[in-house]
């Protein structure tokens, strides 16, 4: 099918919010389907995964609507869990993630952070924190198999001075990260990340206020 979609011209927050949220969660498969006479015929796929049925209906769809001026369409998968996943097929947005250096394909252990303005850092990280991003130990943080994107996690805890643990660990021949800001300073993310997942908001609130962690955590 195909779709005309609206470009950004620049790099802004919504931006890099949502290509935050498709490095955590998304996927840009390098994918083919055989056309009847035989030959192969690239597909375009963008895809969008998330348990969360309110994140997907009100954060990913209508940002994806205003930035791109497209709709996916959202299909639940049921095995053990129910898993939500928005998907639109275009060329052309295709093409511009791509070219903005969006990683191609089987991307989690080589996820890589496009070249954007340092000013939009914080709304990319945001995009990760509120799709790989948990309790992690006594803290939160992000969760990763790319080296890339906890480094730039690393780097923005350090610039704003925010205490953090990162703990990487191997699993079959590949590391793994953790990157965290521990204990009682997590609260300190919601005062400099724009995070938008009210679960993951309500999870620093809850341990800002000294309640117990089980009562907001659902992830």
């Given amino acids: 099918m195909k779709y005309n979609p ?11 919010y949502i290509f935050g949220l498709l490095l955590g969660d998304g996927s840009l498969p390098c994918s083919y389907t055989k056309r009847p006479n035989g030959e192969y015929q690239k597909r375009h ?31 639940v998968r049921k095995r053990d869990s129910i898993l939500y996943y928005a998907t639109i097929e275009s060329k052309i947005l295709y093409t511009f ?6 990683t191609i394909g089987r991307k989690a252990k080589i996820a890589k952070i496009p070249n954007l303005p340092s000013i939009y ?14 309790k992690k130990g006594n803290g939160f943080g992000l969760s990763t198999a790319s080296k890339y994107l906890a ?23 590949h590391i793994y990260h953790q990157v965290y800001v521990p204990g009682k300073k997590m609260y300190k993310l919601l005062e400099h990340i724009p995070l ?4 993951k908001i309500s999870f620093l609130k809850y341990k800002c206020l000294g309640s117990s962690v089980g009562r907001a955590s659902h992830w």
Wanted: overall charge positive; some cysteine; glycine content about 6%.
């Fill in 196 to 199: 938008k997942n009210k679960g």
């Fill in 97 to 102: 993630l791509r070219d903005k250096g969006f």
């Fill in 45 to 75: 796929i963008i895809h969008f995964f998330s348990k969360d049925r309110d994140f997907i209906y009100k954060v990913y769809l209508p940002l994806f609507k205003k930035l791109f001026n497209l709709t996916p369409v959202v299909k």
């Fill in 151 to 173: 480094e730039f996690c690393e780097n923005i805890f350090k610039n704003l001075k925010l205490p953090y643990n990162s703990c990487p660990w191997k699993y079959r021949d």
């Fill in 121 to 134: 850092h914080l709304d990319l990280l945001a995009g990760l924190l509120d799709t790989d991003g948990g």
């Fill in 6 to 16: 609206c470009l950004p011209k620049e790099w802004n927050e919504d931006l890099a």
